[in-house]
Nanobody, 123 residues
Framework: QVHLVESGGGLLQPGGSLRLSCAVS????????MGWFRQAPGKQREFVSS???????YYAASVKGRFTISRDRAKNTVYLQMDSLKAEDTGVYYC?????????????????WGQGTQVTVSS
């Protein structure tokens, strides 16, 4: 059974930086594309970024140029580096694993999900 655990969330001011981590266990890490999604209060969960098995990356328009996704295969961990944070980046951030080989920006193609980590950007 695949298990994902996010960490690194917190409270910070606009303009700050934060790095989220997602540790993956119980599965073949290199078999999955990995994604980050977020959900703000009262809103639907939305795509943030994804990284395919081959190393291709995808970003939501709202975070492109500010966020960077990466993975450490030796540690079975995927990261989301978030810079120049804005208040609208506030939400619960979820890590997810996709073994479908397509649909890297959709919540419906990810079979495995972490419990989420809270990110709050506020002055």
């Amino acid at each position: 059974q695949v298990h994902l655990v996010e960490s690194g969330g917190g409270l910070l001011q606009p303009g700050g930086s934060l790095r989220l981590s997602c540790a993956v266990s119980g599965g073949t890490f290199n078999s999955y594309a990995m994604g980050w999604f977020r959900q703000a209060p009262g809103k639907q969960r939305e795509f943030v970024s994804s990284l395919t098995k081959s190393g291709s990356t995808y970003y939501a328009a709202s975070v492109k140029g500010r966020f960077t996704i990466s993975r450490d295969r030796a540690k079975n961990t995927v990261y989301l580096q978030m810079d120049s944070l804005k208040a609208e980046d506030t939400g619960v951030y979820y890590c997810a694993g996709n073994n479908q080989g397509w649909g890297y920006t959709s919540t419906t193609t990810y079979a495995y999900w972490g419990q989420g980590t809270q990110v709050t950007v506020s002055s």
